[in-house]
């Protein structure tokens, strides 16, 4: 069992920035493939950004060049550095921790974007 517990989201205007953190429980968080999804009002969950156990990543079309996924084995800790931020960035923003069958979630941090 795997808990995940985001924090860093908030009130942001275009342009800004702001960085995603997401605490994971357990011994074994270097094995996993975190990811972070968003789900914006009226939309379904979609995946913005995975790192995997060897830190190869991939991200949505949608944020390229802007936003950075990283990870931190000692602190079992997943960031998301988001850059350049736009209003359809707004949505709350969910962990995700994955190994085999098992996939766990953090219960999501909003992020708004608006002046």
């Known amino acids: 069992q795997v808990q995940l517990v985001e924090s860093g989201g908030g009130l942001v205007q275009p342009g800004g920035s702001l960085r995603l953190s997401c605490a994971a429980s357990g011994s074994i968080f270097r094995f996993y493939a975190m990811g972070w999804y968003r789900q914006a009002p009226g939309k379904e969950r979609e995946l913005v950004a995975v790192?995997?156990?060897?830190?190869?990543?991939n991200y949505a079309d949608s944020v390229v060049g802007r936003f950075t996924i990283s990870r931190d084995n000692g602190k079992s800790t997943v960031y998301l550095q988001m850059n350049s931020l736009k209003p359809e960035d707004t949505a709350v923003y969910f962990c995700n921790a994955g190994l085999g069958d098992a996939s766990y979630w953090g219960q999501g941090t909003q992020v708004t974007v608006s002046s």
């Open positions: 790192i995997r156990s060897g830190f190869s990543t």
